[in-house]
């Protein structure tokens, strides 16, 4: 039986749904992330003294206007949403860490998948970088070019030639760092409330945990998973002194191995309910109340597996096998949509059409 996604995922999973907004949401006075101001605001779009402008930057109110305070990224969004239901019981406000996301690609993909990343949550992250074999100067993102073959056998010489990389560049300039593939979408409001639980100096990975071949499980690849800023220490230093090799091409699976035996835990990334945060899965495959979920799904999954609403934490943070389109329509609803056309008319009142 087939559930319309549209009329639960907006409720479940909007990323700045609380019942008192801290967020006051300039949708008409910047649609870019601004370089100076002052935008006028009007008293009832004053709510707690906090400003947003869709290009994620941190704005302050000062005698009715908004003045750039930095350009820090927060809540990403283009419309009030009021409902009254609790988005998670992570902190209400976003960490202000530096994240970093980088996304596995390929001169086969870099145009038909991941460009839509591009369009969609991936200006959201801090720095954004596709990692594929070979440059694209025409990309309108920054890709950049390993030293190694595409391919399902290369992915873990892909995945290790990227954290070489990112150790070497981009080790000082980020506290978090996101691997994600070029078809799958984060909500990246979401995973900065998880990672506020958490200090990037100290080893950690997270994402959903897979249960089988490694003791204390290991993250799945495709539903995207994160490293703090030491544990790509730990784990680019192992593979420099030949702690860690290659013997598969799961690179994930790998990672997870790799990383038990650097000490780095695998987290729990589940929310207070016990509900999974990062999906390996569509969405809708997710929420169908029949179980049509692939065998391996049950098996892999290091905490038991539930299907239909319950599938999913109110604060999931990512899904994979998203086709572009469906990043859109993702995006749309989470960004765009809200039940009442962005207004909160009081009990009892009519809105005038």
């Excluded at 906090?50 to 927060?74: A, F, I, N």
């Amino acid at each position: 039986m087939w559930i319309p996604f549209y009329s639960i995922y907006f409720y479940a999973f909007n990323p700045v749904r609380k019942v008192k907004s801290r967020w006051i949401i300039f949708d008409k006075l910047c649609s870019m992330a601004p370089s100076s101001g002052p935008f006028t605001v009007s008293p009832n779009q004053s709510i707690g003294g906090q400003c947003v402008c869709r290009g994620g930057v941190q704005l302050t109110v000062t005698s009715g206007h908004c003045s750039v305070s930095g350009r820090q990224r927060v809540v990403h969004h283009s419309a009030v949403a009021t409902n009254a239901s609790v988005l998670s019981p992570l902190p209400p406000t976003p960490s202000s860490s530096r994240l970093l996301c980088w996304v596995l690609t390929s001169p086969q993909t870099l145009w038909t998948r991941a460009k839509h990343i591009v369009n969609t949550w991936g200006p959201r992250c801090d720095t954004l970088l596709f990692m594929s074999s070979k440059l694209d100067l025409l990309f309108p993102g920054t890709v950049l070019a390993l030293a190694t073959e595409e391919g399902r056998a290369n992915l873990y010489n892909k995945t290790i030639a990227a954290f070489n990389l990112l150790h070497d560049g981009y080790l000082d300039k980020a506290d978090w760092f996101l691997k994600a593939d070029d078809d799958t979408y984060v909500i990246v409001e979401n995973l900065r409330l998880l990672l506020s639980r958490y200090s990037p100096d100290k080893p950690v990975y997270l994402g959903r945990r897979f249960r089988r071949f490694v003791h204390q499980g290991y993250m799945s690849g495709g539903a995207g998973y994160v490293l703090s800023r030491e544990s790509v220490r730990r784990y680019v230093r192992a593979l420099h002194h030949g702690t860690c090799t290659q013997s598969t091409s799961a690179e994930d699976l790998l990672l997870g191995f790799c990383l038990q035996k650097l000490g780095v835990p695998a987290g729990d990334s589940r929310d207070h309910q016990h509900r999974e945060t990062f999906h390996p899965l569509w969405l809708g495959k997710l929420l169908c109340t029949e179980d049509i979920l692939p065998k391996w799904f049950h098996q892999y999954n290091y905490y038991p597996s539930k299907v239909g609403p319950d599938c999913c934490s109110n604060s999931s943070v990512s899904f994979h096998y998203v086709e572009p389109v469906r990043m859109y329509m993702l995006d749309y609803f989470l960004y765009h949509l809200s039940p009442v056309g962005g207004h909160n008319p009081k009990l009892g009142e009519t809105r005038e059409e």
